[in-house]
């Protein structure tokens, strides 16, 4: 079993940047291919960044590509994901998600992903 627990969320102006980390505790995520998601008020959730277990391949949704950065430290087994040049539209909670015992992919379904945190609220003013 592992929990998630994400933080760094927070009011930003359009154009302004924010980090957001997703610890881990319970047991390693190093085996874990590890993703972010985020919800939108009368939205589903949809994806929005995806990293192998071993950090090497990651993956992003066209919407964010290039403005967001997702990384991970296995030592301190926690993720990250850096958000810059925000925009109103990227208003959501923030989820992050370990997927355990999967070869070295990303994952980019929310349902094949195990373990979910709480989730952060960010929100970009214009």
């Not at 391949?57 to 040049?85: C, E, P, W």
Request: glycine residues 12%; hydrophobic residues 35%; contains cysteine.
């Amino acid at each position: 079993q592992v929990q998630l627990v994400e933080s760094g969320g927070g009011l930003v102006q359009a154009g302004g940047s924010l980090k957001l980390s997703c610890a881990a505790s319970g047991r390693t995520v190093a085996t874990d291919a590890m993703g972010w998601f985020r919800q939108a008020p009368g939205k589903e959730r949809e994806f929005v960044a995806a990293i192998t277990r071993s950090g090497g391949s990651t993956y992003y949704a066209d919407s964010v590509k290039g403005r967001f950065t997702i990384s991970r430290d296995n030592a301190k087994n926690t993720v990250y994901l850096q958000m810059s040049s925000l925009k109103p539209e990227d208003t959501a909670v923030y989820y992050c998600a370990a997927r355990w015992g999967i070869s070295n992919v990303v994952v980019v379904t929310p349902g094949r992903y195990d373990y979910w945190g709480q989730g952060t609220q960010v929100t970009v003013s214009s």
